[in-house]
């Protein structure tokens, strides 16, 4: 795969050097034009997901598993709706 990011930068770079614009070059080539400024750039892959500060604690999961287990119909809004009322948000 690397391989083949780095054929798509020469080949941009070269029908630059024709006149051509990285936006028609890459349409052609079928390549978004974020990956391929990411990999010149020398970010070959994306970022990592960031994690989260506001991470659930033990209760609140507690919590949230037994309103699933009393009420297995319900769908994530009702369930946060009934946890909700219990005092934790």
């Not at 989260?52 to 287990?69: A, F, G, H």
């Amino acid at each position: 795969m690397e391989g083949q990011k780095r054929a798509i930068i020469e080949v941009v770079a070269s029908h630059r050097d024709q006149g051509r614009t990285v936006g028609e070059v890459l349409s052609s080539a079928g390549v978004a034009r974020s990956s391929y400024y990411r990999w010149r750039k020398g970010n070959g892959e994306k970022k990592a997901e960031r994690s989260s500060r506001n991470e659930l604690t033990v209760e609140e999961r507690r919590l949230i598993d037994e309103v699933k287990e009393q009420y297995p119909e319900y769908r994530h809004r009702r369930v946060q709706g009934i946890v909700q009322q219990r005092g934790v948000y």
